[in-house]
């Protein structure tokens, strides 16, 4: 009786003590994951396709006629689900809503390398510094928390699947057919993967394999007929040579911790031919050496590479392969061949090779350790003013359409129509009396009154009031009506003429009766493309105890510092407070 006791006891123990070592690991992969761009999550914001394509679309036609409209050639099964769900969350929480399930993805990622199922690669540290490398190589911003780049995470998903072990449970087994079914909807790579199922399906015969390569086989078939029908978007030329793709090739794969901007000196461009020697001989080496798992993943990283040179989409005209040199264009396409060069170069250092293999192998990873550690924080794109436009949207009435600035450029813009089923979120605070005084008090402060002689006007005026065009209003004949309780939302662009080239405004205010207002620089080109001068549109709002019922008349003001003078617009807009 005691000696069961005790082997209970132990096996209590055992079990509280992996429950700890599992929610210690669990709380490191939130702390990486949050760490690395804190403001996906703190002030998400819609980034490219996210929002111009994936969510307009289902908000615009629904859930049904946008789930499998094609993309550049091909379905996006996985965003278009997400977008789908978003419809049933407001617009204000629609951004995180996406940056939370990406980042998921990669979390779960993560902890499938870690897991049992993969034992094969080797032992638990091996893993978990496999996970890490996965997580925190530098120059992923590209893939990083975005919906519309899961696809590349969902990839590396599917291939774990494909090589691990088998499932224990029913959970874990149709965990894998439902992740492989949406993964082979989700971009081209079912159809690069295809290769690896077939491998695995012959290496390790058995149902589980077998099916794999049906379901994944599948998708790769309904992907390429896609692609055959609709064809890849229209772009430059390739602007292949073999020097340049020796030099991409060591830029990205070979020597990835480099500073960005990237301009080799004469020295790195002289050793690039041994670079890349050595590189594609080290690599050989571990093929040769290589357990059947790290074949696997060199040879997908090599599909990848081969496809993703073949027929990448970096720019829309030009050549492609010269600007896959710039950081930041086409980071995507060397995520998952980087990710696989690091693991084999980790996977040397944990074999009982001879001590100088080892001893290189500790060398370049302690030099990518560095590197991951030294760009940790990865780069955040300006702000849009995100709640600015949710709040603007809100007011819209049933059937009018907004556009949205979208990360990361100006050309990025979505256009969403206010439906009666869309949900309304004010959020608390965001839109706060800001910076009023008296007009007085601040004519008083300025350098240059509004109105000198010395003083030229500002060109621009106001373009939207609350979401809505002006067309016509806002005159003092058809002033815009706003109602007193949400305030008025003034939209437009000012810059100083004085000087060719024009100069967006430093500060911009509306004065209101006797009150003046602050107003935001939005940090973009114009929306509306009236000029294109970087700061040249602004935002003020205007909140409810600075109007008053009736109409009344706008003032936009600027202030320019490098001559500390203040212009003034030469548009009147007048509103009428309704209460």
Not at 248 to 261: E, H, M, Y
Not at 436 to 460: F, K, T
Request: charged share 15%; proline share 7%; glycine share 8%.
């Amino acid at each position: 009786m005691a000696s069961g006791h005790a082997s209970s006891s132990h096996v209590h123990e055992k079990r509280k003590y992996e429950a700890l070592v599992v929610a210690a690991g669990l709380a490191c992969l939130v702390v990486v994951l949050f760490s690395r761009s804190p403001n996906l999550l703190l002030r998400a914001r819609f980034f490219a396709e996210d929002g111009q394509l994936f969510y307009q679309q289902a908000h615009e036609l629904g859930i049904a006629h946008s789930l499998l409209r094609p993309n550049a050639g091909y379905l996006h099964l996985f965003p278009r689900l997400v977008a789908g769900l978003s419809l049933f969350v407001p617009l204000f929480y629609v951004p995180l809503f996406f940056n939370v399930v990406a980042l998921t993805v990669q979390g779960i990622t993560a902890v499938y390398l870690c897991s049992g199922r993969m034992r094969n690669i080797g032992p638990l540290p091996l893993r978990t510094a496999a996970a890490f490398l996965y997580l925190g190589l530098p120059h992923i911003g590209e893939v990083w928390g975005r919906l519309t780049n899961s696809q590349w995470h969902l990839a590396v998903l599917s291939f774990l699947i494909l090589i691990a072990a088998p499932a224990q449970s029913r959970l874990g087994t149709w965990f894998d057919r439902i992740v492989l079914a949406v993964g082979a909807l989700t971009g081209p790579f079912s159809v690069l993967l295809l290769p690896i199922a077939i491998i695995a399906a012959v290496y390790r015969r058995g149902a589980r394999t077998i099916t794999n390569l049906v379901i994944l086989g599948a998708g790769a078939a309904v992907q390429a007929v896609t692609m055959l029908i609709n064809g890849r978007p229209e772009t430059g030329k390739l602007g292949a040579s073999f020097p340049l793709l020796l030099n991409l090739l060591v830029r990205w794969l070979f020597v990835t911790v480099l500073p960005n901007p990237w301009h080799p000196p004469q020295i790195f461009t002289d050793i690039g031919y041994v670079v890349f020697v050595a590189g594609v001989a080290a690599l050989a080496w571990i093929l040769w050496k290589g357990s059947f798992e790290v074949r696997c993943a060199l040879l997908f990283g090599a599909i990848v590479i081969a496809a993703s040179l073949a027929s990448p989409l970096v720019a829309t005209a030009g050549d492609q392969w010269p600007v896959m040199l710039n950081m930041g264009a086409g980071e995507r396409y060397w995520f998952i061949p980087r990710v696989v060069a690091a693991v084999a170069g980790l996977w040397v250092v944990a074999q009982p090779f001879s001590k100088w293999a080892r001893a290189a192998g500790i060398l370049v990873m302690a030099v990518l350790l560095l590197f991951c550690l030294k760009g940790w924080p990865i780069a955040q794109w300006p702000g849009i003013h995100f709640r600015t436009y949710v709040h603007v949207f809100n007011q819209l009435p049933i059937g009018a359409t907004l556009r949205v600035p979208v990360e990361p450029t100006p050309s990025w813009t979505m256009v969403i129509t206010k439906k009666p089923l869309d949900w309304t979120y004010h959020e608390d605070g965001a839109f706060t009396d800001g910076e009023i005084e008296p007009v007085h008090d601040w004519l008083s402060r300025q350098p240059a009154a509004a109105g000198n002689e010395d003083s030229d006007p500002a060109p621009g005026g106001v373009i939207l009031v609350n979401g809505g065009v002006l067309d016509g209003t806002g005159t003092a004949v058809a002033p815009v009506h706003v109602s007193l309780r949400t305030g008025a939302l003034l939209e437009g662009w000012a810059v100083s003429s004085e000087s060719a080239p024009l100069k967006p405004m430093d500060e911009m205010y509306a004065v209101v009766s006797d009150r003046v207002v602050k107003g935001d620089q939005l940090p973009y080109t114009g929306l509306y493309r009236n000029i294109q001068v970087e700061h040249a549109m602004y935002m003020v709002f205007l909140p409810s105890t600075v109007l008053h019922t009736g109409p009344q008349e706008i003032t936009i003001m600027g202030r320019s510092r490098s001559d500390n003078k203040l212009r003034i617009c030469g548009q009147r807009l007048y509103i009428y407070g309704d209460s």
